[in-house]
């Protein structure tokens, strides 16, 4: 392939809820074009950007895959992103170096939760939109509904640049208001396309409607709209280019239609992103900082005159290739075999070798790319997505995506015995692929903890690191780390061991007091013995018995904290004492104190946060007051409530799929750490029980 200039690229992303056809729509486009000989179909696993063996088992995406288009004289970079809300986080990677964002709507069901999320990606990037309303052909498609829906949700921005022709069964084709031609289609999905007048029973519509874009084209201009008003039209130059520029300024979302698996729509789709879309830098150059100072703003506009400057979005850990970066060139060309440091990581120098554009998973070496193009490189040492790699010589830093934090923990143990550190290593391989999920080792329960936005993703995580890497691992909810504590003094209590069965005997005595101190204080330990009740050097001793059995629990077998020990008498024998008596001694006035001194258990408390439509707010708050929750307060966020409450971990292990059912997948949640409070009495006696018939099972 050659390498085209900046002005010839169109870089776009597929955006959308699940199952509206995006893989499908990017098929189509690969077909129509010649890319590929045959139609690759999701169902049948042959779609292209679907090549990861779970999204051919499970037959949805799963991550992000690009794909190239030659089409009238452009390189068009596909990016086809996942719509589930379990991975759609991959897809904010891809739009953040996308220039035109394609939101696929389904003809049926219109707006869901994950074109709302689409939305949001697009407009925090402020990246134009262009809405197609696909599955055209489905019965009960309804244009003219979805368009009122989109009007209705982002304004009267929203205009159609194409009609269709028919609907569900007898849908044949589009009338395209830009070039005022019917395009029909052939029905066996071939994709044969003839261009023709426009059907006289659609004459009169589509004059209205295309005086309608033209106006909405001239409200964008000023000189437009003046040039309207004298002419009352728009010259074809002046319609174009007032198009171009309003999808680009997104003072316009035009919106298409197609039925991607029929293969209609498509060359009229491509049309318009090679001739309307914007080209890398038609909304200006991008801003980054000063390496270590973010207030410091720097500008590089898309020029291979310009330094030398390309930003990672995505990551692919490849058990035979290695670490694939899939880069978007910002600045300067890019050649293989070229030096560049990595700003991301304290300016860690890296070798290029060489430059691959991909289609699907099948790689094309190239020798350069040019300003604004996109490309994937092999093998990079310290490179993660959202770095930024550049020229030594002329330093930037572009800003790094940012992610909501998993909502969900799992533990994970190998499969079989000996793969500790095997897990642990492709684990960590996985995470740099998929910056949301999260492992970590629970500092209390030692368990090995995936985080994910939900049960399916770390499924997924986990059959992949299976097939990629050779490593099956049991998936169980993580121990809930509870953790006891006393409230009351006690005084005077003695830990004796004695022990003589022939020669050297054990002799030990401890005197303690203990009492609780304030939440957060650990655990104390102080000296108060007088004189030699019990030598100097047997003491620390004590202190190690209390310790390691607060430790092992009392109620629970979870560790006891916030409490103080002081140790203020004792016994001790000249032969027959020892550390280990007094240890053991230590221990057992520790135990006989818990028994009297109030032992209770402390659960911890989760501070969540839920986003939700209005609608759903009562079940939602019904819910929460079944898991023992205590809101903390409710305020909106767009059209979706935001509600904070404090919940007992405990309660929330299982909260990803009840949030997915109360809101129909358009709810989502994120959870931290607050504090530990004490279990009510009822969790604290199943707790108890548990922890007494699992001691009887190890011992019987």
Excluded at 26 to 50: Q, Y
Excluded at 117 to 135: C, G, M, Q
Excluded at 489 to 507: A, I, L, P, T
Aim: charged share 25%.
């Amino acid at each position: 392939m050659k390498a085209y200039s900046t002005s010839d690229l169109r870089n776009i992303v597929l955006l959308g809820h699940g199952d509206v056809g995006k893989t499908s729509l990017t098929s189509a486009m690969l077909f129509a074009s010649g890319a590929e000989n045959r139609f690759g179909r999701v169902d049948e696993g042959g779609a292209t950007t679907d090549f990861d063996e779970e999204e051919i088992d499970r037959k949805i995406s799963l991550q992000t895959a690009t794909a190239i288009v030659e089409w009238a004289g452009k390189k068009i970079n596909v990016i086809d992103t996942p719509g589930y809300a379990a991975f759609v986080a991959d897809a904010k990677m891809a739009v953040a170096v996308a220039d035109l964002a394609l939101i696929v709507v389904d003809s049926v069901s219109g707006i869901q939760v994950i074109t709302e999320r689409a939305w949001e990606y697009a407009d925090h990037f402020s990246t134009p939109v262009l809405f197609d309303i696909n599955k055209m052909d489905r019965d009960n498609a309804d244009f003219d509904r979805i368009v009122a829906e989109l009007q209705e949700r982002w304004g009267r921005s929203c205009v159609a640049l194409q009609l269709p022709i028919g609907a569900e069964s007898s849908y044949e084709g589009v009338v395209d208001l830009a070039t005022m031609k019917a395009y029909r289609y052939s029905q066996d999905g071939s994709g044969k396309v003839i261009s023709s007048d426009i059907p006289d029973e659609l004459a009169e519509l589509a004059a209205e409607s295309r005086s309608h874009l033209m106006e909405m084209i001239a409200e964008a201009d000023d000189e437009l709209m003046e040039a309207f008003f004298e002419a009352g039209e728009l010259n074809d130059e002046q319609f174009t280019s007032g198009l171009r520029t309003a999808i680009a300024n997104r003072t316009l979302l035009p919106i298409v239609c197609s039925s991607a698996i029929q293969m209609v729509g498509t060359q009229p789709l491509l049309d318009t992103i090679a001739h309307l879309a914007p080209a890398p830098g038609d909304r200006g150059a991008s801003i980054g900082h000063a390496p270590g100072d973010e207030a410091s703003a720097v500008e590089r506009k898309f020029e291979d005159g310009e330094p030398l400057s390309a930003f990672v979005f995505k990551t692919i850990a490849d058990p035979f290739a290695g670490k694939l970066s899939y880069l978007q060139v910002r600045s300067g060309v890019l050649k293989g075999d070229s030096a560049v440091i990595n700003v991301s990581r304290d300016n860690a120098a890296e070798r290029l070798g060489h430059l691959q554009i991909m289609q699907g998973k099948h790689a094309t070496a190239v020798k350069e790319l040019h300003a604004g193009d996109i490309g994937v490189v092999a093998k990079l040492k310290e490179t993660l997505t959202s770095d930024t790699l550049c020229d030594a010589t002329s330093p930037i830093e572009y800003p790094r995506i940012t992610f909501r934090a998993p909502a969900i923990s799992y533990a994970v143990d190998p499969k079989s015995k000996g793969d500790e550190d095997k897990i642990s290593n492709a684990l960590t391989r996985l995470t740099e692929e998929d910056p949301v999920l999260r492992v970590a080792r629970d500092p209390k329960s030692a368990e090995l903890l995936v985080s994910g936005t939900g049960q399916l993703h770390v499924e997924v995580a986990l059959a992949r690191m299976a097939r990629k890497f050779g490593v099956e691992a049991i998936l169980h909810p993580p121990k809930v780390p509870y953790l006891e504590t006393i409230k009351k003094k006690v005084s005077h209590v003695e830990g004796k061991h004695k022990k003589q069965s022939g020669g050297r005997g054990q002799f030990g005595v401890c005197v303690i007091d203990i009492e609780p101190l304030p939440s957060g204080s650990g655990f104390e330990f102080v000296d108060k013995i007088f004189g030699g009740a019990i030598p100097q050097n047997y003491r620390p001793a004590v202190e190690k018995g209390i310790r390691e059995a607060s430790e092992r629990g009392w109620l629970s077998g979870n560790p006891v904290i916030d409490f103080r020990v002081t140790l203020t008498d004792g016994k001790y024998h000249n032969v027959d004492s020892s550390e280990m008596a007094f240890k053991i001694a230590g221990s057992i006035a520790f135990r006989d104190a818990m028994s009297r001194a109030g032992a209770t258990i402390l659960e911890p408390v989760m501070e969540v946060v839920i986003v939700a439509p209005e609608e759903n707010m009562g079940d939602i708050m019904g819910d929460l007051s079944s898991r023992r929750g205590k809101p903390q307060g409710m305020e909106t966020q767009g059209s979706n409530q935001v509600i904070k409450a404090m919940v007992p971990m405990a309660e929330m292990l299982e909260y990803s799929s009840t949030l997915k059912s109360l809101t129909h997948d358009r709810g989502w949640f994120t959870m931290e750490f607050s504090s530990y409070e004490e279990a009510p009495a009822n969790v604290r006696k199943e707790i108890i029980s548990t922890f007494s018939a699992s001691k009887e099972d190890a011992a019987g």
